[in-house]
């Protein structure tokens, strides 16, 4: 069937591009909508992440519908297909016919798409489609023969249960780790394939050395052999995209890429290309919806030592206020267009991250001439370092927030006993859905009942939920995306009465997070020197957590961003304006998890030369959990400040139960 297709926008500054639209639209408006035609785009809607409004994406590619003619768009995103990653044995034997068909000993199938982050769309889930593993990290190595998946202690139960033992085997991932794995199987001469453009530039270069020490050989290929026999791989995802407003954003795109132009042009380059999502995303001052539980665009960009941008983007989704938002400075072309758009650097000094940017888009720039600079992505640490608009708006975000949680915790106490996991995790989302900046969740939220608790990275299902039992712990870590900021909150809340030996596991972990929360440090200071801060307490009882503090979170972006870490592995120096989380833990396989998590904006201290952080989450730390004898007289007083603090800025937003939850739970510790 034939697409829509917009030619006048191939490549135009914005402005043009706006002005080349507009009678199309007012011509648009006089005639039905040819609805064949908008068929295409229906599958692809039908592949994009849910949203709150399902018929968002009408607003860029059909604004001038009728109610009638969007009740039939919405049938035909009904009716669109959908993939099927049921569990198929025989996926893996045919790839292995590929291979040999290739000529290849091995391909090697990461969990990644193009733009290494966090979260990637349908049409790259090709680990899980080939598997049938859902798990967020894990890689896999098919060889003509045999094939194996590689996780981490997360999933070392999930792993076996989801795939077929038949025709792949689950190992730990240092047990050895793949790369030796492989390694010790290939031959001399052997070849190994790889997809250049979803692997990172360093990724490719590392299996590149090891191979080549084994006398194989690391083979790029022009295509995915996975996309040979994935029938019913779906499209790209199709969600509109809009501008994120001044009053939230604080600077100006223009403003933005002007800075990244400097520091590109301090590098000696006359050009960067970005391709890390949220980097494009915060440089560009827009939002869309093509990845799960973060506002984000399919695109990549390029931005020139002046301050223009090139942005390679499906047109289609744009909304009618994006050219005047982004004005002359950037030029449009569409997505297709991005290998083009490479070849157009030819002779040019170009920089690029290499821990994010793929081993394809250096390979395109030096097929093309062009000279490549390695360095890190110029929007990053800008992105990281918000400005106090941003800190304005997300404080106000967090606030709702915390009211948000805590008619949440009044329906736990009255309601949630018996109930399972999963009808938890719906409530939440339910309340917090009431706020009209609320976008979603920012994450898949946490929710273990007594020893589901423990698994640190827990996902609740049909399959694993626990009922809220009486003496356990319930850990909650969730997270929601509002227009004006980002939140990331964790809550270990007693049900009934609870052991002294919970009470006291609790309190530690309560005082590792005080001393975080109360850190002066120099500047200067990485991420590292202050992870041991939230360790103390329990190291002095034998006792310690196994993942890091904290993480750099953004604003209506990823609610995991870097550099900024609290880390055992972070040496990146803490900035002011860095928000991170303060999130120490602890936990009992089969028993109880705990986990208590605000999250804190770094700042200048009185002291000259020092820095220190504020908290900006804003909900009681339940205090039924406390042994308070266990606390010093500055802990004592750190938590009472602090629910002071939360009940003068929430009381007002909150009535009835909530209200009265509030006040009993903010009361001075005796």
Known sequence: MPRVTFPAMASLPLSSLDASREPRRQEWSAMPLDLEALRPLAARVKATPSSKNPD???????????????????????????????????????LQRILKTKKLAALLVPRTDEHQGEYIVTRAERLKWLTGFSGSAGFAIVLQKEAALFVDGRYT??????????????????????????AGKVRKGD??????????????????????????????????????IWTDQPGDPFAAVRTQPLK???????????????????????????????????????????TPSTPLVQSFLVVAADGHATWFVDPKKLTADIAAHLGNGVTIRPIEAFAAGLKDLAGKTVTIEPETATAWVEQRLVEAGSTVIRGPDPSVLPKARKNPVELASTRKAHIRDGAAMVRFLSWFDDEALGQSELAV???????????????????????????????????SSEATARPVENG????????????????????????GKVSRALKRHFTLVLKGHITVATARFPKGTGGIAIDGFARRALWE????????????????????????????????????????SNEPGLYVTGSHGIRIENLLVVREAKAVGFLEFETITFCPIDRRAIDATMLSPAERAWID??????????????????????????????
């Open 56 to 94: 968002d994406w009408l607003s860029a590619a059909a604004p001038s519908a009728t109610p009638a003619e969007r009740a039939k768009l919405a049938a035909l995103v009904a009716a669109a297909p959908e993939p099927s990653f049921a569990r198929d044995a025989s996926r893996i034997p045919a």
């Open 248 to 290: 939230y954003a604080g600077e100006a795109s223009a403003d933005k890429r002007v800075r990244i132009g400097e520091m590109v042009a301090a590098r000696g380059a006359a050009a960067t290309v970005l391709n890390q999502l949220d980097s494009i995303a915060w440089t560009l001052n827009v939002r869309g919806g093509d």
């Open 425 to 459: 995790m719906d409530k939440l989302e339910e309340i917090r859905g009431a706020d009209p900046l609320h976008r979603g969740a920012s994450f898949t939220s946490i929710a273990g009942s007594g020893p589901n608790g423990a698994i640190v990275h827990y996902r």
């Open 157 to 182: 139960l999930q792993a076996p249960a989801e795939t077929d033992a038949s025709v792949i085997e689950c190992r730990h991932f240092k047990k050895p780790p793949a790369i030796e794995w492989l």
């Open 191 to 228: 070849r190994v394939g790889f997809d250049p453009k979803i692997t990172s530039l360093v990724e490719a270069e590392r299996w590149r050395e090891a191979l080549t020490k084994a006398g194989a050989e690391l083979v790029a290929l022009d295509a995915n052999p996975i996309d040979e």
């Open 641 to 670: 400040s602090y629910h002071m603090r939360v009940r003068k800025l929430l009381e007002p937003l909150l009535t009835g139960k909530a209200k009265t939850w509030l006040i009993r739970m903010t009361k001075a510790l005796r």
């Open 541 to 580: 009882h034998g006792l310690d957590f196994d993942h890091g503090t904290g993480h750099g979170v953004g604003v209506y972006l990823g609610v995991h961003e870097g550099p900024g870490r609290i880390s055992p592995l972070s040496q990146v120096p803490l900035e002011a304006g860095m928000i991170l």
């Open 472 to 495: 356990t712990f319930f850990l909650l870590d969730s997270g929601a995306q509002y227009v004006d900021g980002t939140t990331d909150i964790t809550r270990t809340i007693p049900v």
